[in-house]
């Protein structure tokens, strides 16, 4: 099976934008790889798991499913480095 295989086929709804999207995004949108929720999103319309047991390594799937920071934790992170940049001035 092509990794592109699915690409062009739309969820009615993606969970985080709100929008139908193409499969496609959802398997390249974390930094290249598959989002967090596409198992969720894709297991009723294909076998989604065997797709991504066939199409990727181990240490992708561990990168792709390992828990990500939370917008909090993020916009806490770009204070820290402003705050940081801006002491350094």
């Not at 699915?6 to 790889?33: E, I």
């Not at 066939?54 to 770009?78: H, I, V």
């Amino acid at each position: 099976m092509a990794i592109e295989e699915y690409d062009n086929m739309n969820y009615w709804r993606c969970p985080p934008l709100g929008g139908p999207v193409p499969f496609k995004h959802c398997r390249t949108t974390n930094n290249g790889l598959p989002c967090l929720k596409m198992p969720d999103c894709w297991q009723g319309k294909f076998n989604a798991i065997q797709f991504l047991k066939d199409n990727y390594s181990e240490e992708e799937l561990k990168t792709a499913f390992s828990p990500q920071p939370g917008r909090l934790e993020r916009l806490l992170e770009l204070l820290d480095k402003y705050s940081r940049e801006k002491s350094e001035e």
